[in-house]
């Protein structure tokens, strides 16, 4: 199995100029850097994948690249021609929510529904979603979207195998649900229903 991705690059990079949020935050553009977390790819291999015209995504990748965002990894002469490779320039791009990025989660949190709705039968029975709700502080929430962040990270440098793609969502968010009162003293000793009652 090949090492997702199939080329060097940085563990992370922190978005800090409007340039880069213009880059990374239009559909295509985000399409394209998703797709090179797989492996190195040409503009026509990302044209056929994204089924737009190979001018198009050049000129998106031209974008990505002055940015900083992508950058050719490798080279490779096919016929008269030097075939160009592109690749992120870091695993994880890290953002705040300003500029284009916001409203992200929520664009990101329907784009996933509409994905799941429109499955087919035979895939939509391997769909495992589930929900909990706990009640914890800002420092936990904090905690907690690193160690899903992490997950994720993980999660998208597994090998390439198998035929199908498979999308990992996540999301930390505070709701305006109620929760049970503070307990009123401790709780008293379990005991079976049917002893102790007159």
Same mark, same amino acid.
């Given at each position: 199995m090949t090492e997702t991705p199939d080329y060097e690059l940085a563990d992370s990079l922190e978005l800090s100029t409007p340039e880069q949020y213009r880059a990374l935050f239009e559909d295509t553009r985000t399409e394209i850097v998703m797709l090179l977390l797989e492996r190195a790819a040409t503009t026509s291999e990302l044209a056929e994948s994204l089924g737009r015209p190979k001018g198009t995504v050049g000129h998106h990748l031209k974008v990505l690249e002055e940015a900083g965002l992508v950058r050719v990894v490798r080279t490779r002469k096919v016929r008269a021609l030097e075939a160009k490779y592109y690749g992120r320039t870091a695993r994880t791009f890290y953002y705040q929510a300003v500029n284009e990025a916001r409203g992200l989660s929520q664009r990101t949190l329907a784009d996933v529904s509409a994905e799941i709705t429109q499955l087919p039968a035979e895939l939509a029975d391997q769909v495992n979603v589930n929900l909990r709700?706990?009640?914890?502080?800002?420092?936990?929430?904090?905690?907690?979207?690193?160690?899903?962040?992490?997950?994720?990270?993980?999660?998208? /440098?597994?090998?390439? &195998?198998?035929?199908?793609?498979? +999308?990992? !969502?996540?999301?930390?968010?505070? /709701?305006?649900?109620? &929760?049970?009162?503070?307990?009123? +003293?401790? !709780?008293?000793?379990?005991r079976p229903e049917s002893e102790g009652r007159e």
């Open positions: 709700y706990a009640r914890i502080p800002a420092d936990r929430v904090a905690e907690w979207n690193e160690r899903v962040g992490d997950l994720l990270v993980e999660f998208g /440098t597994q090998p390439r &195998s198998g035929e199908t793609t498979y +999308g990992l !969502a996540i999301a930390l968010y505070p /709701t305006g649900r109620s &929760s049970l009162p503070e307990s009123e +003293g401790p !709780a008293p000793e379990d």
